[in-house]
């Protein structure tokens, strides 16, 4: 127990201690945290679907058809129909062949690269990759090899030199801190080139990026081998899903340990999914808002001296010293703005972020507050 306060201290002062903060209210782009009323822009909400009144009664619906809980794992009494519905309607979604549905999308990627990579696997990982990727490889049997972030010569020189008869490249599609998109078009035709398996998460593309918001194979019109995705950022409820062919899924079914061990969601999360799907098929303009908000928060961030360019929007504010950051984040928040300082390890150190998410319910008086409360308090 010493040691625990010990380190614990240490993380305090080196101004990386975290506290959780409560909401009171929906994630709308107005919400409460701890009683206060705030402008909401640090969610991954980003289509505005977490509230949405159609999915919430898409949810009750069936709870009141299936109850409440799903009793047990999809390989023992977990599995409806419903589940199938979202896998068919996901798989359609973005192209592929069949689905399969995880519990997050964190067990979905630690779920397929310790299923694939055993002992005679090379797995090439981006170096920012999400911890989910990190860990997924660290829990394999495979030889993780990390290139550099977004650079494919280095990956390209790292797979010549190594030549594996077995292995994948796996990355994000649009990097969760620093929201730019990786080359997946490059990436797949390497991938091919050299008989290795593709693989994308792409957690923060669905619903964002691709002209009808289908994700980075829509984007740059190619797919990769296996697509994972999470069902709990611009779909709005919560879980993950892999996208594949047949043989792909029918071997994760019977191999992928965080699938097999775990109780299946629950009917209210699948029934809300299902909904949120379509709305985002039969509502275009979602999407298109969304691209135009971003737009108008990179415009308006260079006009006060912040040189940022993005297509997504995870904006990355570069703050640097821990502290700075801190305070900043505080200020805005008595402001009645929620932007969190993210710091070390989610980011290097001494390169702490203000993270500002947006979501197509911002409007661009919103926005203006926000960059004017940062030009005051930079």
Not at 234 to 247: L, M, P, T, W, Y
Not at 266 to 295: D, H, M, Q, T
């Amino acid at each position: 127990m010493d040691k625990i306060k010990a380190k614990l201290q240490q993380i305090k002062e080196n101004n990386l201690y975290r506290q959780i903060k409560y909401l009171n209210k929906p994630q709308d782009k107005y919400t409460t945290i701890n009683n206060k009323k705030v402008l909401l822009m640090s969610s991954n909400n980003y289509l505005g679907i977490c509230n949405n009144e159609e999915v919430k009664k898409s949810a009750i619906e069936s709870i009141n058809k299936y109850g409440l809980g799903s009793g047990g794992s999809r390989l023992t009494t977990g599995s409806y129909d419903l589940h199938k519905k979202l896998e068919e309607k996901i798989a359609k979604f973005k192209g592929y062949e069949d689905a399969i549905i995880f519990n997050t999308g964190y067990m979905a990627n630690i779920g397929v690269i310790s299923a694939i990579c055993d002992e005679d696997y090379y797995i090439f990982s981006d170096e920012l990759n999400h911890a989910s990727i990190i860990d997924g490889c660290r829990l394999s049997k495979g030889k993780t090899i990390v290139y550099k972030h977004n650079d494919i010569k280095d990956l390209t020189n790292k797979i010549n030199e190594i030549n594996p008869k077995h292995g994948i490249i796996v990355t994000d599609s649009v990097f969760s801190m620093d929201g730019d998109i990786c080359k997946l078009d490059e990436i797949v035709k390497i991938a091919k080139k050299h008989n290795l398996i593709s693989i994308v998460d792409d957690a923060h593309a669905t619903g964002v990026i691709g002209k009808t918001g289908r994700g980075s194979s829509e984007y740059f019109n190619i797919k990769p081998d296996i697509t994972i995705g999470t069902l709990s950022k611009a779909i709005g409820s919560e879980g993950g899903f892999v996208c594949a062919n047949s043989d792909i899924i029918d071997y994760l079914i019977n191999k992928s340990r965080s699938f097999i061990f775990s109780t299946a969601l629950s009917p209210a999360v699948i029934g809300a999914s299902i909904k949120s799907f379509e709305i985002i098929e039969n509502n275009p303009y979602l999407v298109k808002k969304l691209k135009e908000n971003v737009e108008y928060l990179c415009k308006g961030l260079k006009n006060i001296g912040f040189d940022i360019n993005r297509e997504t929007p995870i904006i990355p504010i570069l703050i640097g010293d821990e502290k700075k950051a801190i305070k900043i984040s505080e200020s805005l928040l008595e402001e009645g703005i929620h932007i969190p300082a993210i710091r070390y390890p989610t980011v290097k150190k001494g390169e702490a972020i203000l993270r500002v998410t947006l979501m197509a319910t911002h409007d661009f008086c919103d926005i203006d507050l926000v960059i004017n409360s940062i030009k005051k308090l930079i």
